[in-house]
């Protein structure tokens, strides 16, 4: 009954600490996952109330079922988009939305199914739809990603500042939308001040912005080889080519001086 109690606490402990690093990282539709691992905790308690013998063993059930599961499907999903595997980004998002059916959630299942079925065309429909349609949040979301779909950079750069985005959506596309406008220095302090409040994927993203950008032909490759190797060949050659030039670039300038 001991373990039981400690498996418990040690799991109400981790959904603690999950929901304090959905706050603090500003992730999108953290009200949902917040309501997920609170769910968790209640159970939790419930079972070391009702039932102290098989408490863990309910705990850990209902926290792989409403947290852990959820959440790898929705980073599987992520993964096959960045290879460009529409079709099965949105099954893995659909399987994904059956445990976590939050708003957010159900609202990128209908981007994943617009790109998988129509591809960019059916996903800039999408979004004009929400951006018309949608809740002010989801509207700003939108306009957001439709400065991204169409280079925009000014415009999305605006966008990400104006603080109606959540951070970990936001920040990412203000470090790009500055390298794509060449303000180097501004996106290289803006990336640090970032760092640490950007989770793992949008931190490793941020730093390839940072280094093709900059022309460090290098670590662009090493990070595509790492972290981001998911990513389909078009967008690793793009980037690669991004980082060439700008290498090539940096040379000239140099000469110059």
Not at 87 to 93: D, G, Q, T, V
Not at 209 to 214: D, K
Request: aromatic share 8%.
């Amino acid at each position: 009954m001991a373990i039981q109690s400690v498996v418990v606490v040690g799991l109400i402990s981790l959904c603690g600490t999950i929901a304090v690093g959905m706050t603090r990282h500003g992730v999108l539709g953290r009200w949902g996952w917040l309501a997920a691992n609170a769910v968790v905790v209640f159970g939790g308690l419930l079972a070391l109330a009702l039932a102290l013998d098989w408490a863990g063993w309910l705990t850990g059930a209902l926290f792989a079922l409403l947290v852990v599961a959820p959440l790898a499907l929705f980073d599987r999903a992520r993964r096959a988009a960045q290879r460009g595997q529409w079709k099965k980004a949105a099954r893995l998002h659909e399987w994904a939305v059956l445990l976590h059916p939050s708003a957010w959630a159900r609202l990128g299942l209908g981007l994943r199914r617009a790109r998988s079925v129509d591809g960019p065309a059916g996903y800039v429909a999408a979004l004009m739809r929400i951006e018309a349609t949608g809740s002010d949040k989801q509207k700003a979301s939108a306009r957001l990603m439709l400065a991204h779909e169409r280079r925009d950079w000014d415009g999305l750069l605006e966008l990400a500042r104006a603080q109606d985005v959540d951070f970990s959506e936001a920040k990412p596309r203000e470090i790009r939308a500055l390298g794509e406008l060449s303000r180097l220095d501004e996106m290289v302090r803006t990336y640090q001040d970032a760092e640490k409040w950007l989770l793992a994927p949008s931190r490793q993203e941020c730093r390839l912005f940072v280094f093709a950008f900059t022309g460090r032909t290098e670590a662009v490759q090493q990070a595509l080889g790492g972290g981001l190797s998911a990513m389909d060949d078009e967008a690793k050659a793009y980037w690669g080519a991004v980082a060439a030039c700008a290498q090539i670039a940096m040379t000239r300038l140099g000469a110059r001086c």
